[in-house]
């Protein structure tokens, strides 16, 4: 409580005033010079929640636009595929990226990533961290994870964002369930996205995310319309430690928590020749069709004659645009499939 009461204090007041509130509400001077050097001292952290293709690393870049120094920016990269596109996208902002690729971001940080967390931070002079677990990552699960008693003295965590595609939230809560439930359940902000490609999905979406979070703050404007100056600050006022019990099967590779009937697989290739933007596009559609299941999300870049072209698809459009990284892989996200069946699918003529 000491530590919620002493944000809020600091977010509505400065200066000496704020300083005697919070020592008033605390029963001792030791208490008052404990927490408040802990709140202080901590590094806050951001976690961005979303499902696949939802937008949340376009949610940290506009964040990340907020902040004058990005060079003491950190973000905790999970993603899905042997390299990640997200990770490639955000290092050319200027922050630290620590990657895990393929991994599941929740035993990560219970296990081994929390010693590794520990050591950068000690040798890294960092202010902000975010967090960003993949698409069918619990944000609950991190939370609890960055609340943990060997994180809880270094970082504190100021809020979850969760970011919600509002062309696909009605029939993912109905396909995915509990995760995606957990996904809308626990952020402090929920940001919709492709509010300027449909608007007209945005009533059902309010009505789903309201059903499962009624208390969250929530943008539902076009993202050139949002004060992203604000959204930092609002995350620090609402964020709360709440514990969470969850009712799932362990994680056959690790012993961990996840939802038993959720199983996703991903393939990276890489391109044997360039291509123009319209015989990739063309090329992917064709491909797509063959899928044995349901492709959910796609990520990559490519090459063309004339340089280089990113490719997303989140279920529902393939978006390609130019962009000056040159890399050559597009990383495939899918319910279950094996990487046979992907690459009878993908073998490139």
């Known amino acids: 409580m000491y530590s919620v009461f002493c944000q809020l204090v600091f977010y509505y007041f400065s200066g000496e005033y704020a300083l ?7 029963y001792n001077e030791a208490a008052y010079k404990e927490k408040l050097v802990i709140l202080l001292m901590n590094i806050p952290i951001y976690i961005i929640s979303g499902f ?9 870049q506009h964040l990340i636009a907020q902040l004058d120094k990005k060079e003491r920016v950190m973000i905790v990269e999970n993603d899905f595929g042997e390299v990640s596109f997200d990770a490639t996208v955000l290092k ?4 630290h990226v620590r990657e895990l690729t393929s991994g599941c971001i929740c035993c990560s940080l219970s296990g081994d990533f929390k010693t590794s967390l520990k050591e950068v931070l000690a040798t890294q002079d960092v202010d902000i961290i975010f967090i960003e677990p993949s698409g069918v990552g619990k944000a609950s699960e991190i939370r609890m994870a960055c609340q943990s008693k060997e994180l ?8 979850c964002i969760t970011i919600i595609d ?9 396909n995915f369930g509990e995760f995606y439930e957990d996904q809308l359940h626990s952020g402090d902000i929920i940001i919709c996205s492709h509010v300027e490609q449909n608007r007209e999905a945005l009533g059902e979406a309010l009505a789903v995310i309201k059903k499962y979070n009624s208390s969250a703050y929530i943008y539902q404007e076009p993202w050139d319309e949002i004060p992203w100056q604000t959204v930092l600050h609002l995350g620090q006022a609402a964020s709360v430690e709440v514990p969470i019990t969850l009712e799932t099967a362990p994680c056959h590779e690790c012993d961990h928590i996840h939802d038993e009937h959720i199983s996703f697989s991903s393939y990276t290739w890489h391109a044997r020749q360039a291509r123009t933007a319209e015989e990739w596009r063309l090329y992917i559609e064709g ?5 044995p299941e349901v492709c959910v999300r796609m990520k990559g870049i490519l090459p063309t004659p004339d340089g280089h072209i990113e490719i997303q698809y989140n279920g529902t459009n393939i978006v390609i645009k130019p962009i000056d990284i040159k890399e050559n892989f597009l990383t495939c996200i899918g319910k279950k499939l ?3 069946q992907w690459k009878e699918v993908w073998q490139e003529g």
Not at 52 to 60: P, Q, V, Y
Not at 166 to 174: F, G, M, S, V
């Open 287 to 291: 491909h797509m069709q063959q899928m």
């Open 166 to 174: 509002i062309q696909t939230c009605a029939l993912y809560a109905r």
């Open 92 to 95: 050319k902002q200027g922050v």
């Open 152 to 159: 809880s003295d270094l970082v504190t965590v100021k809020g």
């Open 20 to 26: 005697q509130l919070v020592k008033f509400v605390c």
């Open 338 to 340: 094996s990487e046979k």
């Open 52 to 60: 696949l293709g939802a937008g949340k690393t376009t949610c940290i």
